[in-house]
């Protein structure tokens, strides 16, 4: 039974990033109860991914939202950006709910610079880096 100080989470994204969160949600808790996945492919409606089930496409997000008294939306498709990302977060923002988004991972990877400290340890920092 899940805390009563648990948000229910909605994941937008029920393949291998989608999958990743849930993994790792349930190993750590975090505070959250993942109640179902949105996915818009016909492959996936009606399956369950780790005993939790695609609720159905975005289209439905509003109703599903609503019926499943979800408190927060989590957007687990790394590789989409640019303007379908941007589409997708506007249907989302419809739900007037607390959004996350998976960041897409190449951009996380290219912000990691890994230097070395004075005293020969390795430092890794993440963020822009700027040139002067």
Not at 27 to 38: A, M
Not at 40 to 55: A, C, F, T, W, Y
Not at 96 to 120: H, L, N
Request: proline fraction near 5%; include cysteine.
């Amino acid at each position: 039974m899940a805390n009563i100080m648990n948000k229910r989470l909605l994941i937008v994204g029920a393949g291998g990033c989608g999958k990743l969160i849930l993994d790792e949600i349930i190993r750590n808790g975090f505070h959250y109860e993942p109640i179902g996945f949105i996915d818009d492919s016909l492959n996936l409606q009606g399956k369950k991914v780790d005993n939790i089930p695609v609720l159905g496409r975005l289209s439905d997000i509003k109703k599903i939202v609503k019926e499943k008294r979800i408190d927060e939306i989590l957007i687990a498709i790394p590789s989409l950006t640019g303007d379908p990302l941007e589409r997708l977060i506007e249907k989302v923002k419809e739900t007037q709910k607390i959004i996350r988004i998976v960041p897409p991972i190449f951009g996380v990877i290219q912000s990691i610079e890994r230097t070395a400290d004075q005293s020969g340890k390795i430092v890794v920092q993440s963020g822009k880096i700027s040139v002067d």
